[in-house]
């Protein structure tokens, strides 16, 4: 089991930028989680945004962050980053970070979940 802490969420004008951290406590070697970052609207359900492999070499987008959004990791630190860009007011979610031993898409990879950090983008 890992523990998850996200922060960096906020309040921004639409086209300004927000970094979001996740940093990961664990017996285990970071390097060996997969990450993703999720996000949930009011009233919609949790998505994919963004997920990342241990060694950092294979990264996943949403087709709606493609281009903006760009994940990291900095396994030294046991932390994993969500650099986001030109944000849109339908960027406004609680986003979730997640840990897991296969990278990918899907919400039942990951087993792991912070509390979730709240990104607000104002038009």
């Known amino acids: 089991q890992v523990q998850l802490v996200e922060s960096g969420g906020g309040l921004v004008q639409a086209g300004g930028s927000l970094r979001l951290s996740c940093a990961a406590a664990s017996g285990r070697a970071f390097s060996s989680y997969a990450m993703g970052w999720f996000r949930q609207a009011p009233g919609k359900e949790r998505e994919f945004v963004s997920a990342i492999s241990g060694s950092g070499r294979v990264t996943y987008y949403a087709d709606s962050v493609k281009n903006r959004f760009t994940i990291s990791r900095d396994n030294a630190k046991n932390t994993v980053y969500l650099q986001m860009d030109s944000l849109k007011p339908e960027d406004t979610a609680v986003y979730y970070c997640?840990?897991?031993?296969?990278?990918?898409?899907?919400?039942?990879?990951?087993?792991?979940w912070g509390q979730g950090t709240q990104v607000t983008v104002s038009s």
């Open positions: 997640a840990a897991g031993s296969v990278t990918g898409r899907v919400k039942n990879l990951y087993d792991d």
